[in-house]
């Protein structure tokens, strides 16, 4: 089945850890993102990657840092995580990063204690 | 800064039609999205603006004033299944999406 998958669904993580949240697509697309979404306050662009190989800083990327080793995955890791970073994480992409609409993945719940 | 401005929330009757206007000031202007999302899900796009006028696609339109930083989401025969929130996103300058806190739809019988 088409689409974006990420994992885990959720976590539960003591701060100070270091987590990885994976996502892959298989539509073959060129740019991918992380966003963030808190409650009352609109998605948040974390990092993103416009074609493999390539990286880019959005608006939060503190304590956050990704990789774009092939055009299916594109993992975000946080370093040494903290309260702040309780977050629901969204993964998306899209063919470009021109016009096209962004697809989504369905998200992981993290909650860092 | 960049600020796209919302209702919090809305509250609409079975059958009605409801209009979720989006106000923006970005830096630059490439287009203007409408997301829906249901509680618990990701978002999924409903409509794309990049010219002023009216995108009708079945019960949803999207209305765009690039001149007035302004547009709308028109829903017409409201059901139960459109109660969510609507996000309206805009692309900026540097080709980024910057979002709106989104809009929660109520929908009652």
């Known amino acids: 089945i088409a689409g974006i998958t990420q994992a885990p669904t959720s976590q539960i993580l003591a701060a100070g850890r270091r987590m990885t949240l994976r996502c892959t697509q298989d539509?073959?697309?060129?740019?991918m993102y992380w966003y963030r979404q808190d409650l009352g306050l609109g998605l948040r662009l974390i990092h993103y990657?416009?074609?493999?190989?390539?990286?880019g800083k959005g608006e939060v990327p503190d304590g956050y840092s990704v990789s774009r080793a092939n055009t299916d995955d594109f993992p975000l890791t946080l370093a040494s995580a903290v309260p702040s970073q309780t977050s629901v994480y969204f993964c998306?992409?899209?063919?470009?990063?021109?016009?096209?609409?962004?697809?989504f993945g369905p998200g992981t719940r993290l909650t860092v204690l | 800064g960049q600020n796209i401005d919302q209702p919090t929330e809305m509250t609409a009757t079975e059958g009605a039609i409801v209009q979720i206007n989006c106000t923006y000031q970005?830096?630059?202007?490439?287009?203007l999205f409408w997301y829906q999302q249901h509680a618990g899900e990701a978002p999924t796009f409903l409509s794309y603006?990049?010219l002023d006028g009216l995108e009708e696609k079945g019960r949803f339109s999207s209305f765009l004033s690039r001149s007035k930083g302004y547009s709308y989401l028109l829903l017409k025969e409201l059901q139960m299944k459109d109660s969510a929130s609507y996000l309206c996103?805009?692309?900026?300058?540097?080709?980024?999406?910057?979002w709106g806190a989104g809009t929660k739809l109520i929908i009652k019988p």
């Open positions: 998306a992409s899209s063919e470009d990063n021109s016009y096209n609409e962004q697809f």
């Open positions: 539509m073959r697309h060129n740019a």
């Open positions: 990657s416009n074609t493999a190989g390539t990286t």
């Open positions: 970005t830096s630059g202007f490439n287009g």
């Open positions: 603006n990049v």
């Open positions: 996103a805009v692309r900026d300058s540097n080709y980024q999406l910057i």
